[in-house]
Antibody, heavy 121, light 107 residues
Framework: QVQLQQSGPGLVKPSQTLSLTCAIS??????????WSWIRQSPSRGLEWLGR?????????EYAVSVKSRITINADTPKNQFSLQLNSVTPEDTAVYYC???????????WGQGTLVTVSS | EIVLTQSPGTLSLSPGERATLSCRAS???????LTWYQQKPGQAPRLLIY???SRATGIPDRFSGSGSGTEFTLTISSLEPEDFAVYYC????????FGPGTKVEIK
């Protein structure tokens, strides 16, 4: 059974960096058949895909245009986890952040528990 | 970017009734890369349907999906108490976008 466990602070100051980690059990971050994504949800923006990392003989990342200049997603193979960094945050980045496993074409089949991140001074 | 529109915004029904939810795409969704998710308050979304019409593992057969191109439908044949929730469609044929959701509430 795949489980995704999120960790990271729930409060970030404006202009600082939001950092979250998603620890994977029951699968490998280096799996050749799935991808690992970050998705956020807010009342104003709904569900918004932020980006993903995946391994297919080499590591690749893809990011949403809306956050491309501010986002980094990294995989940590020894710890079997992946992380999200979002720079220069504003209150607009306040949302519940989810990590999720993409088993496309079968969609996002496993999700983390969600982390409410509030951007406020 | 493919924009998804869901209707209605809210569906008020009684247990045992049939629910029909619509998802329209601004452009054709390639290879029917269209999924449906259910979300309950305080929980992460749960995968219901992928490839427009295939049920995910463990999903009851009262849930069915249909459609192609730009028009897709999620049908719940007979609502159970646990089915009252918000339902989202998502496309992954061109980047990844979600619809705004349809809330199915108890009438």
């Amino acid at each position: 059974q795949v489980q995704l466990q999120q960790s990271g602070p729930g409060l970030v100051k404006p202009s600082q960096t939001l950092s979250l980690t998603c620890a994977i059990s029951g699968d490998s971050v280096s799996s050749n058949s799935v991808t690992w994504s970050w998705i956020r949800q807010s009342p104003s923006r709904g569900l918004e895909w932020l980006g993903r990392t995946y391994y297919r003989s080499k590591w690749s990342n893809e990011y949403a245009v809306s956050v491309k200049s501010r986002i980094t997603i990294n995989a940590d193979t020894p710890k079997n986890q992946f992380s999200l960094q979002l720079n220069s945050v504003t209150p607009e980045d306040t949302a519940v952040y989810y990590c999720a496993r993409g088993a496309h074409p079968k969609g996002y089949d496993y999700w983390g528990q969600g982390t409410l991140v509030t951007v406020s001074s | 970017e493919i924009v998804l529109t869901q209707s209605p915004g809210t569906l008020s029904l009684s247990p045992g009734e049939r629910a029909t939810l619509s998802c329209r795409a601004s452009q054709s969704v390639s290879s029917n890369y269209l999924t449906w998710y259910q979300q309950k308050p305080g929980q992460a979304p749960r995968l219901l349907i992928y490839g427009a019409s295939s049920r995910a593992t463990g999903i009851p057969d009262r849930f069915s999906g249909s459609g192609s191109g730009t028009e897709f439908t999620l049908t719940i044949s007979s609502l159970e108490p646990e089915d009252f929730a918000v339902y989202y469609c998502q496309q992954y044929g061109s980047s990844f976008t979600f619809g705004p959701g349809t809330k199915v509430e108890i009438k």
